[in-house]
DNA sequence: TCGGTCACGTA
DNA sequence: CGTACGTGACCGAG
């Protein structure tokens, strides 16, 4: 057992599935301590050392926690080497390989796949560490799992990556206005691995769906349950038909979009693609576009979400589940099975059992706030102080509300031409130091300078310089780069903070019949009982308090949510 | 069987 | 010529 590991410190460990756990940790001189307890159970020998309250370390929590998780073990602290490498190094993998490469300095190992052959492995079954650097594939393959030798030396190992990406974390600005005991890096390291962690739980949790709710809405948007091909292709031919009949001449496939053009050149519309918005303006005029543009919602319902979505995605204990990342591209959450994308007409399926509620809750105008955050801006944190921020910046623009917030947005995303090509200029005089940092990151990403976030996320931008050294500094691919880093550094950030508050609101939410069900980039659901409903509450709005009052601190920024307790997820704010 | 394009859902 | 992501249908090249 680790003795000595207190409360909050780092506790590598790693899991040999029915054999045993091996461990590795600080002693008092510093030195690594390492140790292989045998247990045909270890998940439950996990469970035991949990109540010491460790920082548990592995090399992910998809790989290592996901069986505490489906045990029904909920660790409240861990530092997650995948997801740190994410951000400190900027990489787009987090296997131990890449991992411990970037933590050294080496160049990224490729992809673990396919067999390996014997000309591949020579030499390296013996040694964990490779002449070069790299760890060994045959370990990376599993090789850890041998012996109990072998898997505390794999412990010792994970336990030294994370030491490095501590030391590189801490070392890393803290951007704040005002510092704090531990650096802002450090503390998104530590809430970054927690998303990790959090990406595990939702994956087995599920959301729940109330499945009669999402039948009768299915059947009335797309038909019944096709319990055939034909049937399928009926229901099809029937949806088709109905716009068919609204235009002249041969019926045409309504999946193609040339020839959806052609169709609407019958009706005397001219149109350069067919999508959606494009067409709008037609619709009012127009039965025929009208009748194609409620054929298309059903059509992406159909799809996307009918009855295959259903029968594939929700399972029989009518729970929807997708796979999860915890920080993807500039660093947001990404879910799968439709759960990031859910068209808003299904989502009053999106309902617990009865007795059990949903506490929704959405941070307000997150982007601007963080702009103001990250870029240090006076003016910009002065506006942020109020709960709509937009109507400050409106008086100080001299425009009315929408149009200082399309300026605030247009300044965000990089737009320079329309309507809010002219506020930007007023915006440029107002919030100068906002419009410098946005123009910052924009030039880095047209040039292919690497960026960091105000948490610390590498944007690695370099790799692009090929790219643009052949395409040239006013290429579409440079300003689409400068834009992209544009958006990163807010979006990114934001994300950041998001998920600062989701592991405080999951830490909070600890030891009660409540569980965060849901990370929709701003928004959180939390499920949980009528009764514990308004607890809950209060658990969210503290908990963004509490998160403000680091991640922001010293900025004057106020970071506003709004929560409410709902049965279903289209309920009424 | 792929990659590219179009389209569209969410933020 | 406003960002990000996931998903599906279709097309044309292989």
Known sequence: MPEGVGAG?????VVVPGRGLALAWRDADGGIRREHVATADPVALVADIETLGPRWVWWSARGTAA???????????CWDVGA???????????DAG??????????EPPLPEGELTLLDLAGEADDVVRADGQLSREWLRGAWAADPDAASRWAALLLQTQALQETGVRALPDRRATAGTSPLPYLTALSESMAALLAVELEHDGLPIDRAVLEALLTATVGPRPRSEAEEAAARRARDAVVWARFPGEPVDLRNPALVRDLLARVGIDVPDTRSWRLE????????????LAWRKAERIATTYGWSWAERDIGADDRLRGVWGASEGAGRMTASAGLHNLPAELRPAVRPREGRVLVRADLGQIEPRVLAAVSGDAALAAAAREDDMYAPVARALGSDRPTAKVAVLAAMYGQTSGPAGAALKDMDRTYPSAMAFLRAAEE??????????????????STLRDVLAEAGPESTVAHSYGRFARNAVVQGAAAELFKAWAATVRAGLAGADARIVLCLHDELLVETTAAEASRVVGIVESSLRSTGSWWCAG????????TSVVRSWADAK
């Open 98 to 107: 890449a991992a411990w490469a970037a933590a050294h300095g080496l160049a």
């Open 555 to 562: 900025s004057g920024v106020r970071l506003v949510a709004d």
């Open 281 to 292: 303006p037609y619709a009012e005029s127009s039965p025929a576009v009208a009748a194609l």
């Open 84 to 94: 740190v490498a994410r951000l400190l190094h900027g990489l787009s993998r987090d």
């Open 9 to 13: 410190e780092p506790l590598a460990v």
């Open 444 to 461: 880095a990403g047209r040039r292919g300078v690497d960026l960091r976030t105000y948490g610390g996320r590498l944007l690695r931008l």
């Open 67 to 77: 069986a505490l998780v489906a045990a029904g073990v909920r660790p409240r602290a």
